[in-house]
């Protein structure tokens, strides 16, 4: 031990693929009190610091020479009550599913799609967490944070255009400024490894409005109804979160039954022009298609990629240890809980990789976040 955390110090229970890997030193943050001495550790040490929540969305190498930080922080305050809305400030080390059920037992609507997703909250806006037709951007008030060690930001224009001040001298970045996108945020790019999520201020909505455009939750809730065509008046949030939690549970592993990070790859994103040309050679493909945003009758196109993992047999297909699902092809799952090594995971994702694009020209995109390896 040293005087702040643990030295080399095993990360396989925190980490949901289960890899074996180990950190220089692990500081579990449950107090924001606790930060100035481990950030004077690790610049002491020249330690980069790494904050994770449950490790849901991370391939860890081997070794992480770094000062890992396990964000356990709680607390949910409720703000102000302007008409039809609430603002909640939520602490980053707060379990998102369970935040989710709060909200809907509370009446705070505008989650209830996102239900189940592993994680905790600070990682949320990381990715811009999304799920049956929703996603958390519109719902991100603002997001607190603290710079990391060396993160320099006061050097940095386009940061410093986005970061603003509160009264007492917290720094935060307003929801519209984070640059949202499909599975991506100012803090995948400019913000990368700069600073620690700290809270996250949301907007909800007093008022349910159910988001029942996507296929698999519409027909699973009439189903249910056992009506052709769907009474939406009817659905409560509870509905909508129970469907939403079924359903995953019947596709998605539990990570603590069969480790795994979610959905391995990013479905496929084509413009206009690189859809024609995939669609003509491939006329049997599912997509999606959406406006894009801010650009004139610009169309995009979204390939699953479970789909095109499926046509080259990798569903339900094991490499030693690893394979990817036999419900969804999409999420690799680990069969040796902390005896695989991100190395291993990588290659595999490569093979993969590789065959999907010699066989439809489309490249697919890691979307678990990879340390040293
Ligand atoms: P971690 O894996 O611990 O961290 C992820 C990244 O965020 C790392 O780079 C880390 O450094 C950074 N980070 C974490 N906390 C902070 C912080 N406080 N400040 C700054 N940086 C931070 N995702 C979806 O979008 N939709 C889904 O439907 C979905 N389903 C999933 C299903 C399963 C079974 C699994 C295992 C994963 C799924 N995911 C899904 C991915 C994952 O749950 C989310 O990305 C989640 O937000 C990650 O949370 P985490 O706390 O585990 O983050
Ligand atoms: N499909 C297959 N084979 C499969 C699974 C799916 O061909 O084994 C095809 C089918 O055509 C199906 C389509 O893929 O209709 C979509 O499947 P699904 O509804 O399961 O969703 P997905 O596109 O595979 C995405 C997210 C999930 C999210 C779900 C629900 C990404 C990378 N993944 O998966 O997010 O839960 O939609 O909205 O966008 C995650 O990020 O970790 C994650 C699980």
Redesign the pocket.
């Known amino acids: 031990m040293s005087g702040v955390g643990q030295n080399n110090a095993s990360l396989a229970t ?4 289960k890899l074996r890997s180990q950190a220089s030193t692990l500081v579990e943050l449950n107090k924001h009190e606790q930060l100035d001495a481990i950030f004077e550790h690790a610049r002491d040490f020249k330690l980069p610091v ?9 391939v860890l190498g081997e070794h992480i020479e770094a000062l890992v ?3 356990n922080t709680q607390g949910i305050t409720l703000l102000d009550t302007p008409d039809n809305a609430v603002y909640v400030d939520v602490a ?2 707060e379990n ?1 599913h369970d935040f989710v059920v709060h909200c809907v037992k509370q009446g705070w609507h505008g989650l209830e799609n ?1 239900a ?17 037709g929703v ?1 958390i951007a519109p719902l991100i008030a603002r997001i607190y ?1 603290t710079p ?1 060690p060396g993160s320099e930001l006061d050097k940095d224009p386009n940061i410093q255009r986005v970061l603003q001040h509160t009264d007492d001298g917290n720094l935060f970045i307003a929801g519209g400024d984070c640059q949202f996108a499909y ?1 991506d945020s100012i ?2 790019n400019a913000l ?2 700069k ?4 809270s996250v201020r949301f907007k909800l909505g007093t008022r349910f409005e159910p988001v029942v455009t996507y296929p698999a939750l519409r027909d699973y809730l009439s189903r249910q109804a056992n009506v052709s065509q769907l009474d939406q008046a009817n659905l409560s949030a509870n509905d909508v979160m129970n469907a939403v939690v079924s359903i ?1 549970r019947t596709k ?4 603590v039954e069969l480790p ?4 391995f790859f990013k479905n496929v994103v084509l413009d206009d022009e690189q859809f024609d040309v995939f669609i003509k050679r491939h006329p049997h493909a599912p997509y999606y298609s959406q406006p894009l945003a801010g650009i004139d009758q610009s169309i995009q196109y979204k390939i699953p990629a479970a789909w095109l993992i499926e046509q080259r047999g990798f569903k339900g297909r094991y490499d030693g240890n690893l394979g990817m699902h036999n419900q969804q092809a999409l ?1 690799m799952v680990n069969r040796a809980a902390g005896d695989t090594q991100g190395d291993a995971v990588i290659a595999f994702a490569e093979r993969i990789k590789q065959t999907v694009e010699e066989s439809f020209g489309v490249r697919l995109e890691i ?3 990879r ?1 040293s390896c």
């Open positions: 925190h980490n949901t693929l790494v904050p994770l929540g449950e490790g849901s969305n991370v930080l396990i964000v980053a080390g998102w996102l189940l997703i592993p994680g905790k909250v600070g990682a949320a806006p990381i990715q811009n967490i999304g799920a049956y996603e944070l990391l599975r803090f995948k990368r490894d600073v620690l999520i700290t995953r998605l592993p539990d990570p795994n990070a979610g959905s999420v979307e678990p976040r340390y």
